[in-house]
């Protein structure tokens, strides 16, 4: 049987105090639920499997179930594909960095707001905001000195924040190393 290799991105673990899970038993949860080659990267749920279910809805599910049984937190987990991942990490422009100079994200998008139109949800500044929509994703950069001037912080707390999980940049191309190490 043909298995599939996947990344489960976890809204809202271990950011402020809250929702603590340990990347060690969400493992365990993960290989108790029948994922192979399970592996974590940093505290804010990111975990890499493979399995031979294919169906993204199905698995997103079956995980949201195990973490709520295991931890008794009610967190949405979003699934993203070996090649999906890829678009988005050839997507990153080379020189985004999330570093003392820039920070740059990937916006991964819940299905439900994914679609082009989002733009037109973005409060943007011009000559501050750098962002791009992707399928599944938008990419977002800003440099830190003008963070402040950022319209795009004003998506925190939003209805349409909560139906995305960010990540670094830097993160994801981690997360993608990974996948390739189990691809």
Known sequence: MKKYTFVALLRGIN???NNKVKM???KQGFEAAGMESVSTYINTGNVVFECEEKNKK???AQLERVIQK???LKIKVLIRGFKEVEVVCQAIPEEWKNDKRMKADVLFLWEEV???SIM???ELKEGVDEVHY???ALLWKVDRDKFGQSKMNKLMGTTLYKQMTVRNVNTVRRIFGMMEGVE
Do not use: M, N
Request: aromatic residues 4%; without cysteine; glycine residues 14%.
């Open 15 to 17: 950011v402020g105090g």
């Open 70 to 72: 295991e931890f008794d």
């Open 134 to 136: 992707l399928p599944g």
């Open 58 to 60: 199905t698995l997103s």
């Open 114 to 116: 994914d679609d082009p």
């Open 120 to 122: 037109e949800q973005l």
């Open 24 to 26: 060690k038993q969400l």
